[in-house]
């Protein structure tokens, strides 16, 4: 749901009544994870999506029941062979999904507000409702900071809160949204309720190194991907706002010394564009002793045999170098920078989400898949 935080901050502004379908659950080959999320508000407007298009209408229908009747609900969806007309996802998975009425009578609606400013803040903060439990908890919410602290009630024990509050917390420290199972009095032990935590998290971060045509491609896709993108060059001519208008930063200082004193987790990605060893070399000699998500180097074949002698002599060990994608970026033929911050953005695509890169024509590979804890791929 925090995905729609701009627009639902709007309507909550104008008083707007509405409800959200929120994706609580999938199974198989489901096109949106935990947190998609669907509004309607009261003269039929909608906005955001849970299923790219399958379910669309019945769960329209749906919010427009619970604006009605001023319950929540929970509907699974998913594909029938027996009867292909009936509602479902053609790809052949299952959601599972929240419907919640946020009006002016609704318990929710004094969690929901805050919890969508946050998020347009870029505060780190986690949304717990109840997914799945007694009709009358359905939906209720609490809004945890990064702190600790919290707002709002899930209508149970006292106990409940505070143990919904510690899960809360755990997933956002994790930067993760899913569903946890707790006991209804607050104990540690699951069954009862589920509960779908969903974490708002300051964008990952995109590091550009190099100030290059091929950068400023990367940086319009980086944002488009949803990165919060510096572009970083030692030479200011270059590293300059106006050639960089997609960049969130634009800074001007040696590589190796900016990516030392900048903060970084494990969802950074960054991409070395100078191919000039007297950067390269100590930029990628710092960067890949850090716990990120994606370090690669642009440059060709006989650049790339070059910096990995370099980057040997100076101390850099087997197990940091096979972290280095080099020549960065996909085989796709690139050619302008375009095409090249295209291939770029897919490769860093394929390793976040543990994809090959091939053609799914033909493949027999699974189309949906996301990375467990620790590394593993879950394929749907």
Same mark, same amino acid.
């Given at each position: 749901m925090l995905d729609l935080a701009g627009q639902l901050d709007q309507w909550i502004e104008e008083g707007r009544e509405f409800a959200v379908a929120t994706v609580v659950a999938?199974?198989?080959? &489901?096109?949106?994870? =935990?947190?998609?999320?669907? &509004?309607?508000?009261t003269a039929g407007s909608v906005i955001g999506s849970v299923s790219g298009g399958c379910v669309e209408g019945a769960v329209y229908e749906l919010c427009r029941q619970a604006l009605d009747t001023g319950q929540s609900l929970v509907e699974r969806f998913g594909y029938s062979d027996e009867d292909a007309f009936v509602v479902g996802l053609t790809c052949g998975g299952t959601i599972e999904v929240l419907i919640t009425p946020v009006s002016a009578r609704a318990p929710a609606r004094a969690v929901l507000g805050p919890a969508v400013s946050s998020a347009l803040r870029g505060?780190?903060?986690? /949304?717990?409702?109840?997914?799945r439990g007694p009709a009358q908890l359905l939906g209720r919410a609490l /809004?945890?900071?990064?702190?600790?602290t919290y707002e709002g009630g899930l209508g149970g024990h006292a106990d409940l809160d505070r143990n919904a509050a510690a899960e809360g917390r755990a997933l956002l420290d994790a930067g993760r949204t899913?569903?946890?199972?707790?006991?209804?009095?607050?104990?540690?032990?699951?069954?009862g309720l589920t509960l779908l935590v969903e974490?708002?998290?300051? !964008? =990952?971060r995109m590091i550009v190194f190099g100030a290059i045509d091929f950068a400023s491609a990367l940086a319009r896709a980086g944002k488009f991907l949803g990165y919060h993108v510096t572009v970083c060059d030692a030479r200011p001519v270059f590293a300059?706002?106006?050639?960089?208008?997609?960049?969130?930063?634009?800074?001007?200082?040696? !590589?190796?010394?900016? /990516?030392?004193?900048?903060?970084?987790?494990?969802?950074?990605?960054?991409?070395?564009?100078?191919?000039? !060893?007297?950067?390269?070399?100590?930029? /990628?000699?710092? &960067?890949?002793a850090l716990p990120v998500s994606f370090v690669g180097a642009m440059g060709s074949r006989r650049t790339h045999e070059?910096?990995?002698?370099?980057?040997?002599?100076?101390?850099?060990?087997?197990?940091?170098?096979?972290?280095?994608?080099s020549p960065i970026g996909l085989d796709l033929g690139a050619r302008t920078p375009e095409e090249t911050a295209l291939s770029i953005a897919a490769e860093i695509v394929a390793a976040r989400r543990g994809g090959t890169g091939a053609p799914l024509t033909g493949s027999g590979t699974p189309i949906h898949r996301d990375r467990e804890p620790g590394g593993a791929t879950a394929a749907a």
């Open positions: 999938v199974g198989g080959s &489901a096109p949106r994870g =935990p947190g998609a999320a669907l &509004a309607v508000d505060e780190p903060s986690a /949304l717990v409702r109840v997914a /809004l945890v900071r990064a702190d600790g899913g569903t946890v199972d707790v006991s209804a009095d607050g104990s540690g032990c699951p069954g974490s708002s998290v300051p !964008p =990952p300059t706002r106006a050639r960089f208008p997609d960049a969130d930063e634009v800074v001007v200082d040696w !590589p190796h010394r900016y /990516l030392r004193r900048t903060t970084t987790d494990a969802r950074t990605v960054l991409c070395v564009l100078t191919h000039d !060893p007297k950067f390269d070399v100590p930029l /990628l000699r710092t &960067a890949l070059d910096r990995d002698r370099r980057l040997r002599d100076e101390g850099v060990s087997e197990r940091e170098l096979a972290r280095l994608r």
